[in-house]
């Protein structure tokens, strides 16, 4: 399984940026995605995740600036970020999970730098 994240990069505040995550040798369609965050010094976060649904949820320090959305057929995830703001930098991580019966699967990619400049 491998799930490869794209689309990082250095933009100034008030910019925007799309990240995308290429899903392989997985049942894309049947995974919960979601896109974690590690700012500098600080713990892992979650940014926003879209169930196999397609019900989304998001941190409340991006609601209204970030959209997350899934193509199945593509196996692709994608976070459209906009007005970003310094606080925004950090290493973004995509993450699939399925959990059905004894099976628990929880896969991370390799992650994708954001930098926002003042």
């Known amino acids: 399984v491998q799930l490869q994240a794209s689309g990082g990069g250095l933009v100034q505040a008030g910019g925007s940026l799309r990240l995308s995550c290429a899903a392989s040798?997985?049942?894309?369609?049947?995974?919960?995605m979601a896109w974690y965050r590690q700012p500098p010094g600080k713990q892992h976060e979650l940014v926003a995740e879209?169930?196999?649904?397609?019900?989304?949820n998001y941190a409340d320090s991006v609601k209204g600036r970030f959209t997350i959305s899934r193509d199945n057929a593509k196996k692709m995830l994608y976070v459209q970020m906009n007005s970003l703001k310094p606080e925004d930098t950090a290493v973004y991580f995509c993450?699939?999970?399925?959990?059905?019966?004894?099976?628990?699967?929880?896969?991370w990619g390799q992650g994708t730098q954001v930098t926002v400049s003042s």
């Open positions: 993450n699939a999970r399925y959990s059905a019966g004894l099976i628990n699967n929880d896969f």
């Open positions: 040798d997985i049942g894309f369609s049947l995974y919960n």
């Open positions: 879209i169930t196999s649904g397609g019900s989304t």
